[in-house]
DNA sequence: CTCAAAAACGAACGTTCGTGCTTTTGTACA
DNA sequence: TGTACAAAAGCACGAACGTTCGTTTTTGAG
């Protein structure tokens, strides 16, 4: 009984694939034809799994959240409500940043969520969707760990997070990761007890 | 003696348009066939002016730099050198997000430096040297300002306005700007005296 | 073993991409 | 007024894009 569902693993192939092609050129820059080449495959049979470049790319955008929840949101759930789990999101998402296996081309959300800022759509409002998700939960996590201002909290993290991918990306200097921890330590010695 | 540099008056033009459509779409999406369209001129004659689309997209580069010199930093070179020219900046960077007759894509770089952060390539160094030069301007400032880490201060005060652009362009919410103020408020008033 | 359904294929479509070549237009100066 | 030169246009090209079609291969159930 070697495989069982033949379909949804070609499938499943495609869409880790695509999310590296993506991570690198983006969701536009991500085409069908240069997927099939690499999975020698062909277009059309490629192309047959999703219909549309569109729902190639939102079925990209889902994949892409399913890998971050496992690299970076599972793995701290180990750590209790507040505080604790805040440094875990946080120390699990730079973690994977500095791994070359996961995106090779760094943050897939701060790719593409800067490509799409600007075209309205179905996959501009995934990307938005997921993203918001994300802030969500770091906004909740601040409140339980007594923060004040929860929202500014979160804006916060993720901007320093988001900055050390950027400029680790651009300018390939480590040294952002010290800095981004540095911050995000005196973060979390702000909140209260 | 309407105009002297016809040649130069029509590629000003040609670039200052670009540019927005590149805040946009990315200087990959910023395609010469649509850039002639929206100018009402051949894709030909346009092409002409530069002799590959590489050298658009680097003459783009180069205008942007000029534009957010001329947006950005010239307008703080009014404040004293250490804090008041720090503060000077990111107020001056902030204002310009909030204004849409600048990049109606937002700010220019965070839109191509997540572009190209993995294209080798001229227009991945040009961005790059253009993103060095502004991170050094503001580092030499915190320096003169009495940081005790001017490149750490440097990417805090960079991944914040950046983070500030990222979650207004996506998220909508213009509360992240009051965010981002305070954020800065908190990091010049940590400098010494 | 049969056979229908699912999966993959190969070829072609219309369009747009960047880029070259040739020709027309406009303008400054002799 | 004629000429030289830069600017813009016109036209065509090969390649790649997303997409559609009809056909072949693979697969799992009866």
């Not at 536009?28 to 999703?50: D, N």
């Not at 079925?59 to 949101?73: D, K, L, M, S, Y």
Request: hydrophobic share 45%.
């Amino acid at each position: 009984m070697a495989t069982l569902a033949k379909g949804a693993d070609t499938r499943a192939a495609i869409l880790a694939r695509a999310l590296d092609l993506a991570s690198v050129d983006g969701l536009e820059g991500l085409t069908i034809g240069r997927l099939a080449k690499e999975l020698e495959m062909s277009k059309s049979g490629l192309f047959a799994h999703f219909g549309s470049k569109q729902e190639l790319q939102l079925a990209t955008v889902g994949a892409a959240a399913e890998r971050f929840r496992a690299a970076v949101i599972e793995p701290a759930l180990g750590a209790p409500d507040g505080a604790p789990r805040l440094r875990a999101i946080a120390d699990a998402y730079l973690a994977h940043l500095e791994d070359d296996d996961y995106y090779p081309g760094g943050c897939f959300w701060a790719a593409t969520s800067a490509e799409y800022d600007d075209r309205p759509g179905a996959v501009h409002d995934a990307i938005a969707a997921a993203l918001d998700t994300w802030l969500g939960e770091l906004e909740r996590q601040a409140g339980i760990a007594g923060s004040p201002d929860p929202g500014r909290f979160a804006f916060e993290l993720y901007s320093v997070v988001m900055g050390a991918n950027s400029r680790f990306r651009m300018g390939g200097d480590p040294i952002v990761f010290t800095y981004a921890r540095d911050t995000i330590d005196r973060l979390l010695s702000e909140l209260p007890d």
